[in-house]
């Protein structure tokens, strides 16, 4: 029985794939980001701008407790406290790749993006991402929200699955957002550096008034 159990498990990690993963630096810790390969176009933009070095010396400058943190604005490197800062971006932006088995659960890396208004096809920023923190969320109120969303011509009425519902129950996050922004990816170590950014103290414009700059690394790891 005991070969039979290593046998099973060498199988199970040769199998295991080796991913590109992210890890986000900032004085308060690291952040490992595990990037999710069906939006491709998110996940590899962002590898691209992290190897590049792109947002090393950025800032968190958006920071809400139990809602989220953001960064990416290249304006906000070595940035002047009353420096506006929220609308930079490398030049471009990104198609909406929004996917309903994603949602805004803590932990969740999202894109950033220009409101509906403007925006009308949902399309990302080309750099700017926030990681949700939130809060958690009883059954009957996302209900009431998933019930809220309007499909898209020619999809299913969107519905939380068991697996979600107890997700928010458990952990948390900002349902309120879901299908509404591309989700492409999910912080694996670290969610206790969110909570640690999340609770500094901010300005007016919700900027924290000491700067919370990050690095980023592209790393290896198996993921089943």
């Not at 900032?26 to 980001?33: E, K, L």
């Not at 990104?94 to 399309?123: F, M």
Request: glycine share 8%.
């Amino acid at each position: 029985m005991a070969t039979c159990l290593l046998s099973l498990s060498f199988v199970l990690d040769k199998n295991a794939k080796k991913e590109e993963m992210v890890i986000i630096s900032t004085d308060y810790g690291d952040m490992v980001i595990r990037l999710y390969a069906d939006t491709p176009l998110h996940k590899e933009n962002f590898l691209k701008l992290a190897k590049e070095g792109f947002y090393d010396g950025l800032l968190f400058h958006r920071v809400i407790q139990s809602f989220m943190i953001q960064g990416g604005d290249p304006n906000s490197k070595d940035a002047q406290k009353d420096d506006p800062l929220g609308n930079g971006g490398p030049g471009y932006t990104i198609p909406a790749e929004i996917n309903r088995n994603y949602i805004h659960k803590k932990g969740a890396l999202s894109a950033a993006r220009q409101g509906d208004a403007v925006n009308p096809n949902r399309e990302s920023s080309g750099s700017q991402f926030y990681i949700v923190q939130g809060k958690t969320v009883e059954e009957s109120t996302l209900i009431r929200m998933a019930n809220q969303k309007k499909p898209e011509p020619g999809q299913e009425p969107f519905s939380y699955t068991e697996e979600q519902i107890q997700t928010y129950g458990e952990i948390g996050g900002t349902p309120h957002l879901d299908q509404a922004y591309t989700v492409f990816g999910e912080v694996t170590e670290g969610l206790n550096v969110i909570d640690s950014i999340a609770s500094v103290k901010t300005d007016s414009r919700s900027r924290p008034f000491e700067d919370i700059t990050m690095s980023m690394k592209i790393i290896k790891r198996k993921w089943q």
